[in-house]
């Protein structure tokens, strides 16, 4: 089975190069100038007024644990390898996280001043705010945007599921729906 796997990968490695080799031949005909294309990068957004720190990041192999307490239901199931990672950060006044998103959840829980959250997909770009002592979560692949909009520091502390190896963020483009 596994020399099967080798030699699908060795023809999927022929195949490519192939059609590789007849762009390029494409590409060198006298009669057409050869013009060099660049794939655009996209104008992702940084975040602004914002420092992180990575309190720990550790692999964790899949479980799946439910509780019952008091009427009051929780479950958490990983099915696949997982990092678990915790990070706290500061936004100052007026700063931003960029948007952005992540590949598994994140749970977030503001310690300082308030949190004002939008997502990606919404077309009135309804602010979610969360002050201090409250917590929500980030949903993977949620394109979205953390603000300061107030007067003091915005502080939080975050804990991720992501699978094993991946970035805990990845920048995004600003999706429009929003002036910012």
């Known amino acids: 089975m596994r ?3 080798h030699t699908v990968r060795v023809a999927t490695v022929g195949i490519v190069g192939a059609i ?3 762009f390029m031949a494409c590409s ?3 009669r057409t100038p050869t013009a060099v294309r660049h794939a655009e990068k996209p104008n992702l ?3 602004s007024g914002q420092t992180s720190t990575l309190l720990g990041r550790s692999a964790i192999d899949p479980f799946h ?3 019952d307490f ?3 239901r929780v479950e958490i199931n990983v099915t696949d390898p997982s990092d678990v990672f915790v990070n706290s950060s500061t936004v100052a006044a007026g700063g931003t996280t960029g948007w952005h998103k992540h590949p598994g959840p994140i749970l977030v829980t503001v310690t300082g001043g308030v949190f004002t ?5 919404d077309p009135t770009c309804t602010p979610h ?3 201090a002592g409250t917590a929500f979560v980030e949903l993977p692949n949620d394109v979205h945007i953390g603000r300061n909009e107030g007067s003091e520091p915005l502080t939080w502390v975050a804990t991720g599921i992501i699978p094993r190896g991946a970035a805990p963020r990845i920048d995004m483009p600003a999706p429009g729906n929003c002036p910012f």
């Not at 959250?117 to 997909?121: A, F, K, L, S």
Request: charged letters at 20%.
């Open 3 to 5: 020399l099967h796997s």
């Open 20 to 22: 590789a080799a007849g």
């Open 28 to 30: 060198q005909d006298d």
């Open 45 to 47: 957004t940084v975040s």
């Open 65 to 67: 644990v439910h509780s």
């Open 70 to 72: 008091d009427k009051n």
């Open 117 to 121: 959250y939008y997502h990606g997909d």
């Open 129 to 131: 705010v969360y002050p």
